[in-house]
């Protein structure tokens, strides 16, 4: 259901069960933390992250009961997910084409550079499904607008591409033809930069930047888990 290549110096992880528009199970979840990792190991300059299949993902896959893993534990692979795409020191590229929803808009935020079809959808559709996205408060606005942010988590309502380029949860927007050649072209323009140039700037922006520590990501993931446990009250 996850693909994972490497050619040269471009790592390339393929979300590929299009039949479920590749709703991310568990299994999914650990097999692209994996992946994420074996991409900052191999050294490449460059990340894409796609999707096979009309959606790029509607997010954690919702209906599904993992059997001895609690709720705090799963909820917890958010957070490695997250980090370790901005453990990436070389330049991350999201392709996003069809819904991007929940953890799929996460990944658009977390990628050094996101592009979207013409027909993307993106949003934080948790509340939809009976969830308060804490983890997502908590990252949110230090990517976009707090007031936007907050709107975005409340109400849950889908995001075309247009407006998620607009309010920045896409970097820009191509014709859907023509995403595939936007990542490559966006690599070849960057291919000739000098490495450790764009690495420093990579370490710099993380280093300096203000997402939320652990402990703030950590205290959302807890209170979360011990809502759903309590019943939702």
């Known amino acids: 259901m996850l693909l994972y290549t490497k050619t040269d110096d471009i790592a390339r992880i393929t979300f590929d069960s299009p039949a479920t ?5 568990f299994r999914m979840m650990n097999d ?20 096979n299949g009309a959606d790029f993902t509607l997010g954690r896959d919702q209906k599904e009961k993992v059997p001895d893993i609690t709720r705090e534990q799963n ?23 069809g819904r991007a929803l929940g953890f799929g808009t996460g990944i658009s935020l977390h990628s050094t550079i996101s592009i979207g ?19 997502v408060a908590a990252y949110a606005p230090y990517y976009i607008a707090p007031r936007i942010a907050q709107e975005l988590v409340i109400t849950g309502r889908p995001v075309p591409a247009g407006e998620a380029r607009a309010i920045g949860l896409l ?17 070849e ?10 690495r420093l700037l990579r370490d710099y922006h993380e280093s300096e930047a203000r997402y939320p520590d652990d402990a703030v990501l950590a205290n959302a993931v807890q209170r979360l888990a011990r809502w759903i446990e309590q019943g939702k009250p």
Do not use: C, M, W
């Open 75 to 97: 909820l917890t692979l958010i957070l490695k997910a997250n980090a370790a795409l901005r453990a990436f020191d070389g330049v991350s590229i999201a392709l996003i084409q």
């Open 117 to 135: 079809a013409d027909d993307a959808v993106l949003g934080f559709d948790e509340i939809n499904h009976g969830l308060a996205p804490l983890v």
């Open 189 to 198: 323009s960057l291919s000739g930069h000098l490495p450790s140039a764009l």
């Open 32 to 51: 692209y933390i994996a992946a994420l990792t074996a991409a900052r190991e191999s050294r490449a300059r460059f990340l894409l992250i796609d999707a």
């Open 21 to 25: 528009s590749n709703a991310i199970t």
């Open 171 to 187: 970097s820009r927007v191509v014709p859907r033809a023509e995403l595939q050649q936007a990542g490559l072209a966006t690599i």
